[in-house]
Structure formats: structure tokens, C-alpha cells
């Protein structure tokens, strides 16, 4: 298994320009998770969803979308970038259900926007 | 006041050190606790769960007091590959699963 996987690994981006974070995890988790992580500080949750077709906003979720059409992705989508959205971010997956509360966490996006 | 709260740090401890590190949460009706182990610019990564019985792995202790609502991580005889930042992670599923993390703990090992 592969486990979860991001992409890019790393972005450039200039103020206003779009872009989509991709996450793909391949162990048939119900969960998925986006976080950012800014410099010295812990992980925040952007949005997350609970299965394909349902997703829910966390405690940062302005200024990005996104969508869960199959069990395996969740695209984050950054419509107009900002200064502000300079982070790291982190793609988290999870089966759920009692006990398996376990995150498996993608290897992160760093993403600087100029 | 945030959710989970932990240590500042940074701790700085010679090899075969003891060191702990401490989180307190606010909300009582988190349901588990973890203690996850992030390395410099990678992804955190499950270091242990805690019960309230306590468990320990190898080196590494959890302890967790419901009622303080506080949670401990011990790690005894410390190696340089500890280094890294501690994180504090509590969750509940009270209106929705939520995960929160605490800001985390940064340990330097040193030799």
C-alpha cells in the first residue's frame, strides 16, 4: 500500500493565481482530512469528509473548496491565493469506527504564495 | 484558551536523559488521546495511544487522568533519534468527529 499521497510536494504560487492540492489514499478509509500546519504552530483542520459525496467545513476552511467524488481523492482547491495561505499542508486519512481512530497522514504540501 | 494545551519547550536533555512532557484538554467529552511524533518538515506519525490504565512502549509511557483531564508522555533514557516535536492529540465525536491537536513540544536530544 502506498498509503496517502500528496502532490505537488512543492508550490510556488503568485497572489491570485488557483491551484489544486491532490490526495489519493489507497487503504479504503471512510475519513479524509485537510490540515495546514503554519511555522511553530500545531495542525489545523481545513475540511473534512466522511465518505464520497460528503464534506464538512473544520475550523479554517475560507478562502478553499473541496470535493470527495470517490472513496480515494480529496482535491483541495485554493481559488484565489493569498499571502496568508503560505503553509504546509497535510492530507490525513482514517477508516473509522470504534478503535481505528489512527490518522495516517500524507507526506505535505509546501506551499508559498509570492 | 485553546482546546489541548501542552508544554512550550523546547526541552534540551543529554542523551539517556528521562524527560516528560505534559497536555491538558478543556472539553470533557473527548473520547480518545494520542500522542504523535513529528520530524522536522515531514508528517506527523502516531507515536502511541493512551488509555486510562496507562501503557507503555519500550521507552515511551503514556499516562492519562481523566478527571485533571491531562494527559502525560515519559520517555526514559533518551536517544539522539528522539529529537523531534511531541504533539498532543485529542478527539471526540460530539456533533461531528473532530480531531484537535496541540501546538506540539520540540525535544532536542544532544549527545
Known amino acids: 500500500n502506498a498509503g496517502v499521497t500528496q502532490t505537488p510536494k512543492f508550490r510556488i504560487l503568485k497572489i491570485g493565481q488557483s491551484m489544486t492540492l491532490q490526495c489519493a489514499q489507497d487503504?479504503?478509509?471512510?475519513?479524509m482530512y485537510w490540515y495546514r500546519q503554519d511555522p511553530g504552530m500545531g495542525l489545523k483542520l481545513i475540511y473534512y469528509s466522511v465518505g464520497a459525496g460528503i464534506t464538512d467545513k473544520g475550523e479554517v476552511p475560507n478562502g478553499y473548496n473541496v470535493s470527495r467524488s470517490t472513496t480515494e481523492d480529496f482535491p483541495l482547491r485554493l481559488e484565489l491565493a493569498a499571502p496568508s495561505q503560505t503553509s504546509v499542508y497535510f492530507c490525513?486519512?482514517?477508516?473509522?469506527?470504534?478503535?481505528?481512530?489512527?490518522?495516517?497522514f500524507g507526506p505535505g504540501t509546501r506551499l508559498t504564495v509570492l | 484558551r485553546k482546546e489541548v494545551e501542552q508544554d512550550p519547550g523546547p526541552f534540551n536533555v543529554p542523551e539517556g536523559a528521562t524527560v516528560a512532557f505534559n497536555c491538558t484538554y478543556s472539553?470533557?467529552?473527548?473520547?480518545?488521546f494520542f500522542w504523535y511524533r513529528q520530524d522536522c518538515r515531514k508528517e506527523p506519525k502516531l507515536l502511541m495511544s493512551v488509555y486510562s490504565s496507562g501503557n507503555e512502549d519500550g521507552r515511551f509511557t503514556a499516562q492519562l487522568n481523566r478527571a485533571s483531564q491531562y494527559i502525560s508522555l515519559l520517555i526514559r533514557d533518551s536517544k539522539l533519534s528522539d529529537s523531534a516535536t511531541y504533539l498532543c492529540?485529542?478527539?471526540?465525536?460530539?456533533?461531528?468527529?473532530?480531531?484537535?491537536f496541540g501546538a506540539g513540544t520540540r525535544l532536542f536530544v544532544k549527545a
Open positions: 487503504m479504503n478509509h471512510n475519513y
Open positions: 492529540v485529542v478527539t471526540r465525536d460530539t456533533g461531528g468527529f473532530k480531531t484537535i
Open positions: 472539553n470533557s467529552a473527548s473520547q480518545s
Open positions: 490525513a486519512s482514517r477508516h473509522g469506527g470504534q478503535g481505528t481512530d489512527t490518522q495516517y
